[in-house]
């Protein structure tokens, strides 16, 4: 072999062994990032103990990440053992703000949220059902979110956007194909809301049910667990799968569309042209047809009128309820077989309807699911209510961060606003 292949070999190696040794930095970053912002405060000795690197090295990335202005350290709690206390370290949530938002048939909702969960700001409002076009929507988003970014002080990073949408959704582009509900089709809602938020970066945009179960296996009801289902009730019915501790979104993001699965092939026709879909027998638009409720307003104002009418104890509503519970257990059971979960959480107005539904929906789940796997499901209702896909629009939007903490701290995704001074503020 020849001096030059030899030595040619042999930079291609040290340059391997270079990338290889960034790469692992970088996975470390976002090790530590990562388990400060899911648990909260912790101990340099927790901090060694939960993520397998030794004291050394947790101390360097620490150091690191302060620089960066993601983490921060204050002393620990003095201890009648030997030895210092372990300090404690800590997110830093104007490291990393990200703006969160959420399209849902009924509401429009923005929230500016830092690193570690910390919300600043939270706004909701309703709108009046109807068919909003893409345009208006992105003009109402700008108008909500732009106090809520002008009260951020100059010193806070704005690191991302994420988009919760009622709607199938292509994840590498925020492109929505169809969200029925919405009456849209084909809109390249990422690119839109960047434009109409001056962004210089691609915005993150997913469907709402995804996002439902990430905030609920990140901050909510899911909790440490591995494997689960969260079930999201509106005007339709969508579902977000976490299959081993990750969400599961298909090749292109458009797994969880369960509300178009057929039930019933005798019952009702859907809005997709479908006879007996999952949605036609447990949805918003069936309940008021069994509880006698005509549907002049918001899904909002029906499930405002059923928990009145079910809290009076009205005979017809409290049946309506349990046919609903009934189909909504049956495509519970259905999803439990073929992806056999720890738990099943309902969020949406499934959350609100909760104690009227639980017993009629773990019937039905207990007709349709197999006995093993159906024995191992919990049912339960969203901790996170209303806010859960809100608040997995913060969670998808701050995933940046987490990946590439020191590719992304400091760099701000809004025109002008860029920040010299990572550890400031």
């Known amino acids: 072999m020849s001096r030059t292949r030899i030595s040619n070999s042999r930079d291609a190696l040290i340059q391997s062994r270079g990338v290889a040794a960034e790469e692992l930095r970088r996975h470390n970053l976002g090790t530590v990032v990562e388990r400060l912002h899911l648990t909260g405060p912790t101990s340099r000795s927790d901090l060694v103990a939960g993520t397998g690197l030794n004291r050394s090295t947790i101390g ?30 800590r997110t830093r949530p104007p490291g990393a703000v990200v703006l969160a938002i959420e399209l849902s048939v009924d509401s429009v909702a923005v929230a500016t949220v830092g690193l570690g969960g910390h919300i600043y700001n939270q706004l909701r409002v309703a709108r009046p059902r109807g068919h909003f076009s893409p345009e208006e929507t992105v003009q109402d988003v700008a108008k909500l979110a732009e106090p809520l970014l002008a009260a951020l002080p100059t010193t ?42 001056r962004l210089t970066d691609r915005v993150l945009v997913a469907n709402e049910a995804d996002l439902g179960a990430l905030a609920e296996h990140r901050r909510g009801a899911g909790t440490g667990v591995n494997h689960l289902i969260y079930i999201s009730g509106e005007a339709g019915i969508g579902a977000g799968l976490i299959v081993d501790g990750k969400p599961m979104l298909g090749s292109a993001g458009y797994a969880g569309e ?40 918001t899904g909002l104002d029906i499930i405002d009128t059923v928990v009145a009418r079910a809290k ?56 349709q699911a197999l006995d093993a796997p159906g024995q191992l499901a919990k049912i339960t209702s969203s901790d ?12 998808l939007a701050l995933s940046g961060v987490i990946a590439d903490p020191a590719g992304t701290a400091g760099h701000s995704v809004r025109e002008g606003h860029a920040v010299d001074d990572r550890a400031g503020g």
């Open 312 to 367: 009076a104890g009205n005979g017809r509503t409290l049946d309506a309820l349990a046919e609903i519970g009934r189909w909504l257990g049956i495509g519970i059971g259905n999803l439990i077989n073929v992806f056999n979960p720890e738990l099943v959480v309902l969020g949406g107005s499934y959350q609100v309807l909760f104690p009227y539904l639980e017993s009629a929906v773990v019937e039905g789940t207990r007709l």
């Open 258 to 297: 369960a509300g178009h699965t057929v039930i019933n092939p005798e019952g009702h026709r859907c809005r997709c042209g479908a006879v007996g879909c999952w949605e036609a027998e447990a949805g918003e638009a069936a309940l008021a047809r069994h509880a006698g409720i005509v549907a002049s307003g």
């Open 156 to 197: 806070h990073v704005l690191a991302g956007v994420g988009v919760a949408v009622v709607g199938v959704v292509r994840r590498s582009d925020g492109f929505v194909h169809l969200a029925p509900n919405l009456g849209w089709r084909d809109v390249p809602l990422g690119a839109m809301v960047g434009d109409g938020l």
């Open 384 to 395: 996170l209510g209303p806010n859960a896909p809100l608040i997995g629009a913060a969670e």
């Open 60 to 89: 360097d990335l620490i150091a690191e990440l302060t620089d960066l202005g993601l983490v921060e350290e204050s002393p620990g709690r003095a201890t009648t053992g030997p030895g210092r206390p372990s300090p404690v370290v």
